[in-house]
């Protein structure tokens, strides 16, 4: 018997879900970074095993933040639950377990949605590597089950592995019978483009401080192939909300952006096997994060 089907990975934001997607397939596909709300697109990864081919959906966090963006994201990330066979729900059990009060107004808003879309749901509860007073997680995971008595529960460290083999046995249990959908060798549904876009995005978000990661975003303007055999050149844009910040992204003498540039090249090019030649821009578009059509053309909320 073979298995195929959809895994959507949803729940607040920086609780190990493009980590977890990651892990299953032994490459980086979605971009993280030790800040929330990294993710802003459902992406999709593709696992595919000698018995099964399951797509996992990883979405954006989900949180109580308003805007035309933040609207967007969330959109994106309940609407991967319609498409999904399965729902894993992951959360901090280190930041549960540190601050207990932040559970309920956390992860209360996730259960009535999940219930209504009549799929099985699996909690990995993300991050015990990092909890040091271990006799915390009984109380944390008492209050998870009072919490949601329908769901089951795993632990697990995404990071380093622990608990994410029993968390994919019971997967697949649920996972419907039927053949692979996508050739074996390949690892995503996302353009090859979009991916180097989240690449350059994720050096942003490494090398910029506090909220400023959160007003910029990225579109490849050019994507040439044809022009040279043993190179591949690409334009971005590096679009932010103010004009103040510009120059922090560029950094003194264009330092920040070089430094953007260079490790976002290396990482496109391991990504398609192919030298690249990247050249960065950096534009101001005011408002942008509150305009729905600008939003869609850079492929927000997809």
């Not at 994106?76 to 377990?97: F, K, M, Q």
């Not at 919490?147 to 632990?155: G, R, S, T």
Request: with cysteine.
């Amino acid at each position: 018997m073979h298995k195929f089907g959809h895994v959507a990975l949803i729940g607040p934001p920086n609780a190990g879900k493009s980590t977890l997607m990651n892990k299953y397939l032994g490459q980086k596909v979605a971009i993280v970074s030790p800040r929330p709300q990294t993710t802003r697109n459902r992406i999709s990864g593709i696992l595919t095993t000698e018995d099964a081919q399951i797509v996992f959906l990883d979405t954006p966090g989900i949180h109580q933040l308003r805007g035309k963006m933040n609207r967007f994201l969330l959109e994106s990330a309940w609407s991967a639950l319609a498409s999904s066979d399965v729902v894993v729900v992951l959360i901090d059990a280190a930041l549960y377990c540190a601050k207990p009060h932040l559970l309920e107004k956390e992860i209360k808003p996730l259960i009535k949605p999940v219930a209504e879309t009549g799929r099985p749901v699996l909690v990995a509860v993300n991050k015990i590597d990092r909890v040091k007073d271990k006799p915390t997680m009984l109380p944390l995971m008492a209050r998870l089950n009072e919490l949601w008595p329908e769901a089951e529960f795993i632990p697990v460290s995404a990071l380093r592995g622990k608990g994410t083999e029993e968390l994919l046995t019971r997967l697949l249990d649920f996972i419907p019978d039927g053949p692979s959908m996508y050739p074996e060798d390949q690892l995503s549904t996302a353009p090859v483009r979009f991916m180097a876009s989240e690449i350059i995005r994720e050096k942003l978000f490494y090398s910029l401080r506090q909220e400023l990661p959160y007003t910029t975003a990225v579109e490849i303007e050019v994507w040439d192939e044809e022009t040279r055999n043993d190179m591949v050149l690409v334009n971005a844009v590096i679009y932010t909300a103010q004009k103040n910040h510009k120059g922090m992204i560029i950094g003194k003498q264009g330092s920040n952006l070089k430094k953007v540039g260079t490790d976002a090249r290396k990482e496109i090019a391991q990504l398609i096997g192919n030298k690249v030649h990247l050249e960065l821009w950096v534009k101001v578009r005011a408002g942008w994060t509150e305009d729905p059509g600008f939003l869609r053309d850079i492929g927000l909320g997809e």
